[in-house]
């Protein structure tokens, strides 16, 4: 729900002003199935989920690494 208009963006890792104090978690892809419930990253629950991740931030590559962008570029321009 991040990408509409008007719409402000949590920064990772941060509570929202909301019941239960649910957290922006970064996740892992493993981590995204029907599942998935915002009611399980909490204030909470985060420091238990960082220690099971042996303290790995799953945000890391996205600050890391260096996409190469060209095949996916010429993937996108062959279905157009």
Known sequence: LQNRQGQLVA?????REKPGATVS???LWSEVDESLSLAHYTIESMPKRMRA???K???????TETPDLLPA???LMGKL
């Open 57 to 63: 931030d799953p945000l890391a590559p996205v600050l």
């Open 25 to 27: 978690a970064p996740l």
């Open 11 to 15: 920064a990772p890792f941060s509570a």
């Open 73 to 75: 570029l010429e993937e």
């Open 53 to 55: 991740l042996g303290g």
